[in-house]
Nanobody
């Protein structure tokens, strides 16, 4: 059974850092493109960053470019999201999801098999 499990969220002060992990099981991990998405209260879910099957291609939302870095370790079936210089507007539940065919955009509608999410709160 395909499963994605996010971890690493928490409460951090503005300017701080967190590293999120997305651990996968139940499928051949390097067959899947993986995306990180987030949803803040009262807002629609949005794409944060996506990475191709073997990590050769990545993309980022404009709001996180230069601050967030996505990476993957296929030997560990895990994708990471390193988040630096966090801002209060980064507060949201962060989800990872998978896609098994070519993706053109890092948008929630194009991904599936969602994890349960991990809360990130940026506040002083």
């Amino acid at each position: 059974q395909l499963q994605l499990v996010e971890s690493g969220g928490g409460l951090v002060q503005p300017g701080g850092s967190l590293r999120l992990s997305c651990a996968a099981s139940g499928f051949t991990f390097d067959n899947a493109h993986i995306g990180w998405f987030r949803q803040a209260p009262g807002k629609e879910r949005e794409g944060v960053s996506c990475i191709s099957r073997r990590g050769g291609s990545t993309n980022y939302a404009d709001s996180v470019k230069g601050r967030f870095t996505i990476s993957r370790d296929n030997a560990k079936n895990t994708v990471y999201l390193q988040m630096n210089s966090l801002k209060p507007e980064d507060t949201a539940v962060y989800y990872c999801a998978a896609r098994f065919t070519l993706f053109r955009q890092c948008v929630p509608a194009d991904f599936g098999s969602w994890g349960q999410g991990t809360q990130v709160t940026v506040s002083s």
